[in-house]
């Protein structure tokens, strides 16, 4: 047992500033255990989003010691208890209260992206056949708990905000789901290219490094994505050799 | 109208966004009609996400021998014949074509050799039948639905949560809301309401459940006078982390043991051979080898005791405890780690078998899983219990209120096998939503609302936090938690039921003077003193349902009552509000069976 400070950030809208609590911890702790320790002893109008405390649903996004993290998966023991641990709301959506920001945007930004399409069913009993292999490569990215951590660190985002012109990495790896699930049949490389901004991003795999399901989002999304734009719109001859290649 | 809430009109109006209630108003949107959902938290963030193991069908992939009626068979088994009957039947048929479904929207399922859909051993049922994704199905079931019902015109209403049915005589003709944001209430008028609201596991200090799990839809229901049924039964799932204490309850899949996982005490000995269930000691392996083999895949093999059902497993870890024989923080060893003495390169196999058990372990225990065994111990998984439903239409004994996944009851009887619950939400969220959407055609126009009505709805709503003065909500609901774990937990009796039942009318007296400090806009303290009446609620239910039944069957363990007991197999327990406002328990019934279930039944013994 030992005492911890920590300066949460309070306030609304543009108007916040850090706030400091005291809080007994133990061992095996995470942040989000002391956010609710405060929540329940100093602070119960303390906003704090969470649900599932176990990595899975995204949803305790925030800004701890400066780096983006999931609450619930940060153990105290990860970080110098010596020092006030600073937790703060994501920088790249508006705040709705402390903790707590508006990520609605990332809902509609989703939207933009065609949903999936399959092909007709090709096997006999009116289902599919897939090889495990060819369904793990799309399955990386459908391991995406939405917590929306890398939009939160794109500078294109965070720095630019160019929300309205870039859908951000989150939504390239949906969008990297769809065009590489097997059955997909939808074509997104002219939308990638025009409506989501693809170009925008300059690979400085900032996303890759802070997702918590560890998905290799800029080297095995965004890249891949990059060259089927670079294909279809900058190169005749692979242009060319596609169209043959479809028709066989 | 009241000018204190903005008003909003849907023909069907879906309270919940986990897969029962999107897959509800999937259904709905495709039939026509105008569908409103609304969620407690942000859409795709709802406990169906946790789910790990995988959905039970019995599509025969791995195994041909398996059918409807093999599934039909153990469902009911696992139940211990408490089940609805013809809802076990629905779910046997049903659950394959909803899994074909979902693969048809997007879902990707692990895969076998031919290309088919992969499916894994889980305790009770006979052949490998969960169709899954790893250990994340119910992520990929509840993106799929999201990511499919996004582009079908509902309008979704996030962090918004209900606390009342509107009701004009029998019939249910709107929902009271606020929302977290800013704290402004919202009035819906609807045709037809599917709840959709899951468990009740924060009922309890231990589970696996997330703060959204308090019971609202069942409480909900309660208060517009529906029945709720077999609320006695709740699942403790029996492997849930018990080390470091903060994370106390996590679960801890049954994939774990599906492939190949074995429970061992204090003294290294696999206790689980011991004490086999007398309805299961002819499909059970006797030794070691035996079980090994079943797990990986021969099918001659009987399936090792770990994969018994959860209500036994969970008891026998209680037993190893009590005796003495726990481990070092007072749970058994979990430990999938030995299969290295079987299979080459075990360490790449466990982590692509198992990859957020083995994340979840080293990030929040710092336990490598595929060198170390685990510490786990039971906790609060599940309600079987919750509102009686309509066996074909999923309709309350409310007129146009529906119910489906959780936090209706029927399906699972006294126990639920894993693996039943995702094929459940897909299976009855399709039905709740189809004759929710058909009731809503006949009706012509919206019901008027009473604004007065609205106007109470919003001072009660608003007084925790217009109080100047009064109780923390969270140490209520703290001290209610402590005492459901102690009294009507996993094991119970009469005095410690009446002793729970004394305390939760002194919580719900406190509850009236709860007072959260600060604005409306995002206060989860004024959420929390709002979401207590709902915990309140169904811990009374479960222990009066509780002391009704003076037997231990499934979910359900009483210690002067131990074994089960004839009677006990004949009836269900129903809950409703009396005419003076109390909680009234009556048995009812249960549903009889048809020969050719009797059969079924008997043929797959």
Redesign the interface.
Known sequence: MAQVTFKLWRGEGNNGSFKEYTTEVSEGMVVLDAVHDIQIEQASDLGVRWNCKAGKCGSCSAEINGMPKLMCMTRLSSLDLEKPVTVEPMKAFPLVKDLVTDVGWNYEAKMAVKPFKPRKPDASDGTWRMQQEDVERAQEFRKCIECFLCQDVCHVLRDHHEHDKYIGPAMLVKAAAFEMHPLDVENRIPDLKNEHGIGFCNITKCCTKVCPEHITITDNAIIPLKESVVDEFYDPLTKLFRIFKSKK | MSDRCTTHEYDVLIIGAGGAGLRAAIEAASMGDSVGVVCK???????T??AEGGMAASMGNVDDRDNWKVHFADTMRGGQYLNNCKMAEHHAKEAASCV?EL????A????TK???I?QRNFGGHKYPRLAH??D?T???MI?TLQ??G??HGIDFH?EVTVTNLLIDGNKVVGAFAYER?KGRFLLFKAKAIVIATGGYGRAFKITSN???YTGDGQTLAYDAGADLLDMEFVQFHPTGMV?????RG??VTEGVRGEGGILTNSEGKRFMFEDVPPLYRSSTADNEEEGWRYVTGDKEANRPPELLTRDHVARKIVKEVKAGRGSEHGGAYLDIAWIEEKIKDSETHIKKKLP?MY??FK???GVDITKEKMEVGPTTHYAMGGIRVDSETQMTTVEGLFACGECAAGLHGANRLGGNSLSDLLVFGKRAGAHAAKFAAAIDTFSAIDSKEVDTLVTQALAPVDRTEGE????IQ?DLQETMQDLAGISRSEAGLNEAIEHIHAYAKRAENAH????R??????H?ALDLHNLLTVSEAMCLSAEQRTESRGGHFREEYPEKSKEGSTYNTVVRKAQDGSMEVERVPVVPQTDEMKQIIEANE
């Open positions: 938290s942000l859409l795709g963030k709802a406990h996400v946790m074909h693969e048809s929207w997007g990707l399922f692990d895969r031919e290309g088919k992969l994704v790893g994340r119910g992520l990929e993106r990511d499919h996004i582009h996030m944001e997330s703060w959204e080390w470091p204490p903060s994370v996590i679960l957020s994340h979840q990030e929040l225990a923390n909500p969270y140490k703290q959260a400090p600060g604005n806009e995002y206060n989860p303290g004024w929390t």
